[in-house]
């Protein structure tokens, strides 16, 4: 028999910070989260102080629905993912919402535990 399973996003986990949130839903084993980021969003601004590290240390796989998202990597490699791009970005690094446009990503595993007090 085929199994089938189908949860939306917005009954799982919520996890708000300055300028955003991100949902998570736990399915098949699995987490789906989905980040909404305002215009003026910093990870060194808004996250940094629930985490308390000195640079991102979790590591993004995904996919852009909407807006722009730009960031540097620790040893100084920028990068920019906009809406349409799919992602995958390492451990250490910042990130910010480039424009006025509000951010929108949908991740695989990677949200489960973000934004969590360190």
């Known amino acids: 028999m085929a199994d089938v399973e189908a949860k939306q ?12 949130h991100v949902d998570v839903v736990e399915i098949g084993g699995a987490s789906v989260g989905r980040a ?6 910093k990870w060194s ?3 940094k ?6 640079l ?9 629905v909407a807006g722009s998202l730009a960031g540097v990597m620790s040893d100084g490699t920028t990068f920019r993912v906009k809406a349409g791009d799919t992602y995958r970005i390492s451990p250490g690094h910042d990130a910010w919402v ?12 990677s949200l489960k535990d973000y934004a969590k007090q360190g």
């Open 9 to 20: 996003v917005d009954a799982g986990a919520h996890r708000s910070f300055d300028r955003g």
């Open 36 to 41: 909404t980021l305002e215009p003026g969003w």
């Open 45 to 47: 601004e808004c996250v």
């Open 49 to 54: 102080p629930i985490v308390k590290t000195d």
């Open 56 to 64: 991102c240390q979790v590591a993004h796989l995904g996919y852009v």
């Open 98 to 109: 480039e424009g006025d446009e509000v951010y929108v990503g949908v991740e695989f595993e």
